[in-house]
């Protein structure tokens, strides 16, 4: 009697219909099926954190460093986000939680203030490890994670978080619909412009001269380095009228980056922005990158 082959599924980017289903029945945050994970899923994992250890040693901010060692990662399989989150809880009360996919900017930046890290559970293929067409466990944890162990950084996302919030308040008091999208829409993109300036592609400046801290870069053994050799990169030191108005492409390697002092120099940029958006100046900000979408006003609107 013959038999169909049932294909393992596995859980890579694009290609799982666990994520599939999720996101058809409008379920945001889901459980880790740890059992569909397949070999060729943990070799991904296997691969990627291999290459990547001595650009880490090489390239990564201290705390990055002290934060891969305070969570035990396993070099060889996928992480579980329940045993990350058994190292991580006690040091910032932060934790991973895991989710199908694109989460709406307020959703997003609400987590943050309740020290949840929404995280991806799929993993790139093996066969492509370069190629990223969204993120995926490898970036959320090994590039964004570690730096949650740090109780300076853990403080500054909590502000970002609460940086949503205000703006929310803010926009609900704009009586006129077409005045009230417009500032929303200018907020989001101010936002979302800080964020991937620094909590993604961020450098800073330490006693050993420049360092990664930004979890974009921390999680791309190619722009790793890039960011820090290639003499074309404009490296320049923080300001954030500038940030806020600079557009991005995500599809590339960054040719500009911004360099902090510290996590309290990071935090008091947060403290900052929440200043002039109390202020109305990000009412305005310069048009283009990155696009806000429906669901990230909505979110805002909807606070949820
Ligand atoms: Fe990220």
């Not at 590039?143 to 978080?161: C, I, N, Q, S």
């Not at 940086?163 to 999208?181: K, M, N």
């Not at 922005?273 to 979110?299: F, Q, R």
């Amino acid at each position: 009697m013959s038999r169909t082959t049932v294909l393992e599924p596995g859980l890579t980017t694009s290609e799982s219909p666990f994520i599939e289903q999720a996101q058809q029945r409008g379920q945001l945050y889901i459980s880790q099926p740890y059992e569909l994970y397949s070999d060729e899923n943990h070799e991904a994992w296997r691969k990627l954190y291999s290459r990547m250890l001595p650009r880490w040693e090489r390239y990564a901010n201290e705390h990055f460093l002290e934060g891969i060692g305070k969570l035990c990662l396993d070099p060889n399989r996928v992480p579980k986000l329940d045993e990350v989150n058994k190292f991580l809880r006690p040091l910032t009360g932060f934790q991973a939680k895991a989710v199908s996919g694109y989460i709406p900017a307020f959703l997003f930046f609400d987590c943050l203030r309740n020290r949840e890290f929404p995280t991806t559970i799929t993993i790139r293929r093996s066969d492509k490890l370069d190629y990223l067409p969204e993120p995926d466990i490898f970036h959320d944890i090994a590039g964004h994670v570690p730096m949650h162990t740090d109780k300076h950084f853990a403080e500054t996302l909590v502000r970002f978080g609460e940086c949503a919030h205000t703006a929310a308040d803010l926009v609900s008091g704009i009586r006129d619909p077409e005045t009230r999208i417009h500032c929303l829409t200018s907020i989001i993109r101010a936002m979302a412009r800080f964020f991937w300036f620094t909590i993604e592609f961020g450098l800073m400046r330490g006693r050993d001269g420049l360092k990664v801290y930004g979890s974009g870069l921390l999680s791309s053994h190619g722009e790793i380095a890039h960011a820090i050799e290639a003499p074309e990169v404009q490296r320049y030191p923080i300001q954030l009228e500038w940030a806020i108005n600079q557009a991005f492409e995500i599809d590339r390697y960054q040719p500009l980056l911004f360099v902090v002092d510290s996590f309290d120099h990071l935090f008091s940029l947060v403290d900052q922005l929440e200043g002039w958006l109390k202020a109305g100046k990000l009412n305005n900000v310069a048009p283009g990158e990155p696009g806000v979408n429906e669901e990230d006003l909505k979110s805002f609107l909807r606070r949820g």
